[in-house]
C-alpha cells in the first residue's frame, strides 16, 4: 500500500483526496518508481480543483512532476535504484502521476537524474524550469544572443518565470520582468531582473504595433499579454510563447511577423522528444544557479498540495512548489 493523492467524479461530484492505495491498482507500465518528492504546477491545479478539464479519465493521480528511484524495471534503459525524472508525457492527465508515493510508467518517459541536483533540486527545478530552459533553448537557436538587449518574461514571479529570469541573467541577457504582484519586485530582483513592470502594462487590448524594445521574450500567458509582447519586439526578435495562464484566445494582428520580421516560437513540453529533453536537463545542470532555487521554492507535504491548488490558481503562490510525497 502506499499513499496518493486521488481525483474522483462520480455522483457524487469532483472531488481531490489523499487515500492509501494498493499497489495492484497502479497503471501499466514497464518501470516502477517509489517517488520522494513531486511538484505543483498550474496545470495540476486545474486538475485538483477541477477549474479546467485536464483530467481524462477517473479515477486519477495528478502530479506532471516525479523524482525517485527505480523499483523495477523491464525496461533495457534503467534498473533498481537508478535515480530518475520525469515530466509531462500526458502524466497526471491520462495516466497516474506524481503525487503518490508509487507510480509505473513507460520507461521511455523518465530521463536520468542529473548527478548535479538532489532529488528536492530537480522537482524544484520540475517542469517549469525545464519549460523554462526550452524556451532559453529557442531563443538561442533563433540566434538571440545577450547583446542583441533586453528580455521580456511574462508571468515573471510564477514557476516557468522565476527560473526563465534567473536561467537568463545568469547567461548574461538583461531581463525585465512581468509581473501582477507588486510586492514581488524585490524577489524578480534578486533573480536577476533589471527591471519590473507590471502586468496592467500588457493584459489589455493594445496596437498591431508598438515601440520596438524587446530582443527576445519568453511568454507564459497567451492572450492579450503575448499579443502586446508580439507588438513591441524588436525587429527579427523572438517570441517564445509556452503558457495559456491569460487564456488561450490570440487575438493578435499579423504586423510583428510581416513587417518586423517577429518569430514566435512555439514550446511545448509535454510531449518533447527525449534528445531535447537531455539536452534541457544537461544545460539545467551547467546554467542554472544552484544557489537560487532556496528563493524560487518552498516544500510542503502530500496532503498540503490539496488545498495549495486553490491558491496556486488564484496567484497567491510565488516560485515553485516542491511536494515531498512521503511528508
Known amino acids: 500500500m502506499f499513499k496518493a493523492i486521488i481525483i474522483e467524479k462520480d455522483d457524487a461530484g469532483y472531488r481531490a483526496s489523499v487515500k492509501d492505495i494498493d499497489e495492484a491498482q497502479l497503471p501499466a507500465g514497464d518501470v516502477t518508481v517509489r517517488v520522494s518528492h513531486s511538484t505543483l504546477n498550474y496545470k495540476d491545479g486545474l486538475a485538483i480543483t477541477g477549474r479546467g478539464p485536464v483530467v481524462r479519465k477517473f479515477p486519477m493521480v495528478p502530479g506532471i512532476d516525479l523524482v525517485g528511484t527505480v523499483e523495477d524495471s523491464r525496461h533495457p534503459g534503467y534498473q533498481a535504484r537508478d535515480a530518475v525524472v520525469l515530466n509531462g508525457w500526458g502524466v497526471g492527465e491520462s495516466h497516474w502521476g506524481g503525487l503518490a508515493q508509487k507510480a509505473r510508467l513507460k520507461g521511455d518517459w523518465l530521463v536520468p537524474l542529473p548527478p548535479q541536483f538532489t532529488p528536492q533540486q530537480a522537482m524544484a527545478i520540475g517542469t517549469a524550469g525545464y519549460t523554462a530552459m526550452l524556451c532559453v533553448l529557442a531563443l538561442e537557436r533563433q540566434g538571440v544572443t545577450p547583446d542583441k538587449g533586453e528580455i521580456l518574461v511574462t508571468g515573471a514571479a510564477g514557476g516557468v518565470g522565476s527560473v526563465a529570469v534567473s536561467l537568463l541573467s545568469n547567461l548574461g541577457y538583461t531581463v525585465v520582468a512581468v509581473s501582477g504582484r507588486p510586492a514581488e519586485a524585490d524577489y ?9 513592470l507590471a502586468r496592467s502594462e500588457f493584459s489589455s487590448p493594445g496596437k498591431p504595433l508598438g515601440r520596438e524594445r524587446w ?26 510563447a509556452c503558457g495559456l495562464a491569460g487564456g488561450m484566445d490570440f487575438p493578435a494582428s499579423v504586423a510583428p511577423f ?3 520580421g517577429v ?11 527525449r534528445p531535447d ?6 544545460r539545467l545542470a551547467t546554467d542554472l544557479d544552484i544557489s537560487k532555487l532556496d528563493l524560487i521554492t518552498h516544500e510542503i507535504g502530500l496532503a498540503e498540495a490539496i488545498p ?18 512521503n511528508a
Open 308 to 325: 495549495m491548488a486553490t491558491q496556486l490558481l488564484d496567484g497567491q503562490v510565488r516560485g515553485r512548489v516542491v511536494v515531498d510525497v
Open 258 to 260: 510581416i513587417l518586423r
Open 277 to 282: 529533453r537531455l539536452v534541457a536537463w544537461q
Open 263 to 273: 518569430t514566435l516560437v512555439g514550446i511545448d513540453s509535454v510531449v518533447c522528444p
Open 188 to 196: 524578480l530582483k534578486s533573480l536577476g531582473a533589471s527591471e519590473v
Open 215 to 240: 530582443a527576445g521574450a519568453v511568454d507564459v500567458v497567451g492572450s492579450h499579454t503575448l499579443v502586446n509582447v508580439c507588438a513591441t519586439t524588436k525587429y527579427r526578435g523572438v517570441v517564445a
